[in-house]
């Protein structure tokens, strides 16, 4: 089974995060804090997804996304981006950094399980 990191600043939405993705059978499932917190769990361990928010204080998610692919072993993980954000603008600068895809806030489980299963068959 697949090893996910979810990174927002929200308690909230990493519980509702955490949540549809374990009901979509995803069970193994680590929580980080802001992009700091998310990017020294990353190097620590190895996971299969990354699912980050942009804005988060520390370091934003941008950031960890271009942190992460300077890492070997992130290099062609898929990373997606759950967030507020829904500019053309913000969406090109997260595909710069190296984004997989983009999820626009409050997202709908069944299409979030379905972005997951979608980037983890890759």
């Known amino acids: 089974m697949a090893k996910l ?22 069970n193994d499932v680590t929580e980080a804090i802001d992009g700091v917190d998310g990017l020294e769990k990353a ?25 992460l692919r300077k890492l070997s072993q992130y290099a ?23 984004a997989t895809g983009w999820i626009v806030k409050p997202f709908v489980p069944d299409q979030l399980l379905k972005a997951v299963n979608i980037v983890l068959s890759r």
């Not at 990191?5 to 995803?26: F, K, P």
Request: hydrophobic share 40%; net charge negative; glycine share 8%.
């Open 43 to 67: 190097k620590a361990s190895m996971y299969d997804l990354i699912i980050t928010d942009v804005n988060m204080p520390n370091m934003d998610g941008l950031t960890l996304i271009t942190e």
């Open 76 to 98: 062609n993980k898929p990373i997606l981006v759950l967030t507020t954000e829904r500019s053309d603008e913000m969406k090109a600068k997260g595909k710069a950094a190296g």
């Open 5 to 26: 990191l979810i990174v927002d600043d929200s308690t909230m939405l990493r519980d509702m995060l955490n949540y549809a993705l374990n009901e979509g059978g995803y």
